[in-house]
């Protein structure tokens, strides 16, 4: 049980690496003027940033399937739920990789367009795709922030971990869950309340792989 436990903190690091530098690299990219004409000149940078989002998405997985069983000897019903929420938050990730993927043959097809018209239209769809790309990543961090908000529940109730490392993640998977859902709306305000959440997935992984899970009832 606690090389599982060790080996999902690892996974949670390596879901948090991934997806700081893969989103580093794609977003800036999806978000330039002229997306199809920056598309074709960095297509190497941008599936380099795709592979590292779907490490994340697949990262996922794999902690849901490794905390599972120990989450559930504590509360199972909270335990499903944010074993399904994981494995629907990483679902919807990988969905959200086709539409940057959809803009490699679009990218080219825009290059070799003759007639400004053809160009346009390529630039809709193109422009759309990156739409639906974040509007999935916010659904996908909705998933994450209720399925987050069970997980706290479980390790604060049992003190499987330290109850103020608990808090700060009750804190990060709000703000989480607030931001995204306000971004859906359409009031972007930023990843400042990305910020209690971003600690919590940096120093649980690092406690996980010390301590691993330790219930002090």
Not at 158 to 186: D, E, H, M, N
Request: aromatic share 10%; net charge neutral; hydrophobic share 55%.
């Amino acid at each position: 049980m606690d090389r599982k436990v060790k080996v999902a903190g690892a996974l949670f690091l390596i879901s948090t690496a991934a997806y700081l530098i893969g989103s580093g690299i794609l977003n800036p990219l999806l978000q330039k003027p002229g997306v199809l004409e920056q598309w074709h000149d960095d297509r190497a940078l941008a599936l380099a940033g795709m592979f590292l989002e779907l490490v994340n998405a697949l990262a996922v997985s794999g902690i849901a399937f490794l905390l599972y069983p120990a989450l559930k000897r504590h509360n199972e019903a909270f335990a499903i739920g944010y074993f399904g929420s994981r494995l629907l938050e990483s679902a919807i990730l990988i969905v959200s990789l086709i539409a940057p993927m959809l803009l490699l043959p679009l990218s080219t097809e825009y290059i070799t367009a003759a007639e400004a018209s053809g160009r346009f239209s390529l630039t809709t769809i193109a422009n759309t795709a990156v739409d639906a790309h974040f509007m999935l990543f916010e659904l996908a961090m909705v998933v994450l922030g209720l399925g987050s908000l069970l997980f706290c529940t479980i390790l604060y109730r049992s003190k499987l971990v330290p109850r103020w490392l608990s808090v700060i993640g009750f804190i990060g998977y709000a703000g989480l869950l607030t931001s995204s859902c306000l971004a859906i709306a359409g009031h972007d305000i930023g990843a400042v309340l990305y910020i209690p959440g971003a600690i919590f997935e940096i120093v649980l992984p690092v406690w996980l792989m010390v301590k691993g899970l330790h219930s002090r009832h």
